[in-house]
């Protein structure tokens, strides 16, 4: 039986829960199973290394802490702007989350944390910062 070693190309099934039981992402949402090759550090290193010695349809649990992956949320990533920044014909809620346009041209999801007034708090932080992340994977194929 094959075993996954560092540097195998790899297809995997996976679904990615918090604590809380939420499924924030998964192989079948995507319409296929995820290919990477083991090591290169495309994924969070601890989520690559955790397929290290599995073998094919081989299943378990991956938890991986926030250091390992968004990394903590941090209070100074949180910037008031002013309620102009958005059309004013949208209504705009705490919790809402919308893509703000960076200087080089990057998307990024901003989720609005409060308002007050005209000021508008928003998180620049990821939308998992501060999440630790639960994985069902399961090894579908070494690819030769």
Not at 113 to 123: L, R
Request: charged residues 30%; glycine residues 10%; aromatic residues 10%.
């Amino acid at each position: 039986m094959s075993t996954v070693k560092k540097g195998d190309k790899i297809r995997v099934e996976y679904e990615g829960f918090l604590e809380d039981g939420t499924v924030f992402d998964s192989s079948t949402s995507k319409g296929s199973p995820l290919e990477f090759e083991v090591g290169s550090g495309v994924l969070f290193k601890k989520f690559e290394e955790a397929f290290i010695g599995m073998n094919i349809g081989e299943e378990k649990e991956v938890i991986i802490y926030p250091e390992d992956a968004y990394g903590e949320h941090k209070p100074e990533f949180l910037r008031e702007i002013s309620r102009d920044f958005f059309p004013s014909d949208q209504d705009i809620q705490p919790g809402m989350f919308f893509m703000m346009v960076m200087q080089d041209g990057r998307k990024i999801p901003v989720k609005i944390s409060s308002i007050s007034g005209d000021a508008v708090t928003i998180d620049l932080n990821h939308p998992l910062a501060g999440k630790t992340l639960i994985f069902k994977v399961k090894v579908i194929e070494i690819v030769t």
